[in-house]
């Protein structure tokens, strides 16, 4: 019987950050592809379309007049998904099975450049600074807000992972109740940093152990014909999870510290998160010859800190450990798409 060999033999490996098990089979991407694919999305886009509603000195599509912005943009959405405090309480369940509970907040979307025809891949590093200093800001702003426990920022890219608008931009969604994805993972931090016995990597809040810290400062140790990690500057690394579910999944993150959200990072952090995002996004576009759709949301603290100590140890809130996901649904080319399906392993 032959060694078993993980990029061979189909096995299951545990996300930490969520509890749940992956099934892996690599030998299935072997198989011939009869299935669906994705016509190509446009590529030769203007730099200033007069039908979209996100350039400059156009009308969006609620009716209000956008700025003649020369590098970002913010406003409410103009169809949010959740709507300003105070709402109305729910009505009785009318089964045990059949509760509902009300959300509030507020959406806001962050135009990245008035360029309609660029994306993240194509800004300069000076450009993408200026998204995370807006995306800074609208974390504090919101998360200081009265009734808001989570801030999540978020890009989705590209037709196939239904965006509306190819002009490059993402959005922030503040929310009354923290989602069931970070919820579980801020559980499992918890769960890991009082359970786990300090190891050498870096320490999270309370001279604890940071389950994220932990498992970057393994990767980075890993010798780069066995690792994992794609990307890596002074400051952060990107890397293919061992527990990936898309065949490109990529995590980013800093390790060379414990960095519980963008509010905590130094100039020096921000200026290598510009410099990494533009290199991922990248070696995307790369990949196959197209500009790669994907999924992108920023995973940290739920809300800033209140204190103007944002480096208090003995804030329990600082278990969080900034990351960001990228989930990209291309397979095997820039028109076959990877879906979730199958049975739940």
């Not at 730099?47 to 350039?55: A, G, N, R, S, T």
């Not at 729910?90 to 309609?116: W, Y």
Request: net charge negative; glycine share 6%.
């Amino acid at each position: 019987m032959a060694d078993f060999d993980p990029t061979t033999h189909p096995h299951r490996r545990v996300n930490p950050l969520t509890g749940e098990h992956v099934l892996v089979s690599p030998h299935r991407t072997k198989r011939p592809w009869l299935g669906q694919t994705e016509p190509p999305q446009q590529a030769n886009l203007p730099e200033y379309d007069p039908k979209c509603y996100l350039c400059p000195g156009n009308t969006r599509a609620g009716g209000q007049p956008n700025s003649n912005y020369e590098h970002t943009m913010v406003f409410e959405n103009d169809y949010a998904a959740v709507l300003p405090p105070p709402g109305p309480p729910a009505p009785p369940a009318t089964h045990p099975l059949l509760t509902t509970e009300p959300v509030q907040g507020g959406c806001d979307v962050l135009c990245f450049h008035p360029r309609h025809d660029l994306t993240l891949a194509r800004l300069q590093q000076a450009d993408i600074e200026r998204i995370i200093e807006q995306w800074s800001a609208i974390y504090k702003k919101r998360g200081a807000q009265q009734g808001i426990e989570y801030v999540q920022i978020f890009e989705n890219k590209g037709a196939i992972m239904g965006c509306s608008n190819p002009h490059p931009h993402g959005q922030v969604w503040s929310l009354s109740t923290i989602p069931s994805l970070p919820a579980t993972e801020l559980a499992n931090l918890k769960k890991y940093a009082e359970s786990t016995p300090v190891s050498d990597a870096p320490k999270g809040p309370l001279g604890r152990s940071c389950l994220l810290c932990d498992y970057i400062h393994f990767e980075v140790s890993v010798p780069s014909e066995e690792g994992r990690v794609v990307l890596q500057n002074d400051h952060w690394v990107a890397l293919v999870p061992w527990w990936a579910v898309w065949p490109f999944e990529i995590m980013l993150l800093p390790y060379k510290r414990h960095v519980p959200s963008i509010v905590h990072l130094s100039q020096e952090e921000k200026t290598a998160f510009a410099q990494i995002l533009s290199l991922v996004t990248i070696r995307y576009d790369n990949l196959f010859s197209c500009s790669f759709a994907y999924s992108m949301g920023i995973h940290q603290r739920p809300t800033p800190p209140t204190s103007h100590a944002i480096a208090d140890d003995q804030d329990e809130g600082n278990l969080a450990h900034l990351h960001l996901h990228f989930a990209p649904p291309l397979l095997r080319s820039a028109s076959v798409r990877k879906f979730l399906v199958g049975y739940v392993p």
